[in-house]
């Protein structure tokens, strides 16, 4: 299983240069949230990307996450993260396209 999780490009960037992701989603913090928000399939990432991304201009990653050793917990059909990513976790990363309609 591959978890997916949607992120700025920018804050993806940022946790290259410190050693772990910790952003929640957009705006939120690992820290203000408590867990990172991923996504079990593209279907869930199309999700949120519609649900609180549809206004962003900055460039956004699809982070592919290998969950071995990581505390996942599935809440409300939602993988979540509790602690941060190490960058090692994250397998591949990639462009994010919405599908076009």
Do not use: K
């Not at 240069?17 to 990432?45: K, M, N, W």
Request: net charge negative; glycine share 8%; with cysteine.
């Amino acid at each position: 299983m591959t978890l997916l999780h949607l992120a700025l490009a920018a804050d993806w960037h940022a946790a290259r240069t410190a050693g772990d992701y910790r952003v929640s989603t957009l705006g939120r913090t690992l820290e203000q949230e408590g867990f990172i928000h991923c996504s079990g399939d593209p279907a869930q990432l199309q999700g949120v990307h519609d649900a609180f991304y549809t206004g962003v201009t900055e460039p956004l990653l699809v982070l592919e996450i290998d969950p071995t050793g990581l505390d996942v917990r599935v809440e409300n059909g939602f993988p979540h993260v509790y602690g941060p990513i190490p960058l090692t976790a994250v397998t591949a990363t990639r462009p994010y396209e919405p599908p076009t309609t």
